[in-house]
């Protein structure tokens, strides 16, 4: 398997709805990562794991909640969202975190993403 | 402030012809480049990276150039084929960090 997965592909929601957004890589990626990207724009980093723990939070509000349960699986928590919020929300994971052994040339690698429309 | 720019926002190129897509970069701490190329409704895909000690890396089709001093890299995809119209991204970083910063990307059209 090599591939980034993302789930759901759409996502429709109102403001006081809660959802999740889920992402899932079996390459045996060690870090992994959230990005948000508008329209016309390139994608902004929002958070990273590196070995299933949070190293990076871009100041995202905390509307959003990330967790990563295993180090296969990373979920994205939605609550309380505005309209400017709507984005195309990008996952993505690579092999080691920065800083150890090997991980010189840090390559991303994408899932398809999730269209998320907040109404 | 914009580190990375892709100052093209489209370029359109005859198939079999070389297509020249541009980036450049304003922080002199970034020593890792890598190019991403965008289908709609997709994820970036990897295409190729370069470290800042080299000046050109090669795959297939796709070459890198990356000029330090001019704080200049430059993807050439040859020849060009309808399959590479997409949107390319370029991103910059430093080697030990987990953050990409990301151009604006350059819409690629390849015409038959």
């Known amino acids: 398997d090599t591939e980034v997965t993302q789930t759901p592909k759409h996502l429709v929601m109102g403001m006081t709805n809660k959802k999740s957004l889920k992402c899932e890589q079996h390459?045996?990626?060690?870090?992994m990562y959230w990005y948000k990207q508008k329209a016309k724009k390139p994608p902004e980093l929002m958070f990273v794991?590196?070995?299933?723990?949070?190293?990076i939070n871009e100041s995202v509000p905390s509307r959003f909640s990330p967790e990563c349960p295993n180090s296969s699986l990373l979920n994205l928590h939605l609550h309380a969202l505005q309209p400017e919020d709507s984005a195309l929300y990008l996952c993505a994971s690579s092999p080691r975190p920065a800083g150890t052994s090997g991980s010189s040339y840090n390559e991303q690698f994408f899932g398809p993403g999730t269209r998320l429309t907040v109404l | 402030d914009q580190q990375v720019k892709q100052n093209s926002p489209s370029l359109s190129v005859q198939e079999g012809r070389i297509s020249i897509l541009n980036c450049d970069y304003t922080?002199?701490?970034?020593?890792?480049f890598l190019w991403y190329k965008k289908y709609p409704a997709e994820g970036p895909t990897f295409l190729i990276s370069i470290s800042s000690i080299k000046d050109k890396n090669e795959d297939g089709r796709f070459t890198v150039f990356l000029n330090k001093s001019a704080k200049h890299l430059s993807l050439h995809i040859v020849p060009s084929q309808p399959g590479d119209s997409a949107v390319y991204f370029c991103?910059?970083?430093?080697?030990?960090?987990?953050?990409?910063?990301f151009g604006q990307g350059t819409r690629l059209t390849i015409n038959p």
């Open positions: 991103a910059a970083g430093f080697q030990g960090a987990q953050k990409l910063v």
């Open positions: 922080n002199s701490m970034f020593d890792y």
């Open positions: 390459m045996g990626h060690r870090a």
């Open positions: 794991y590196s070995y299933e723990k949070l190293s």
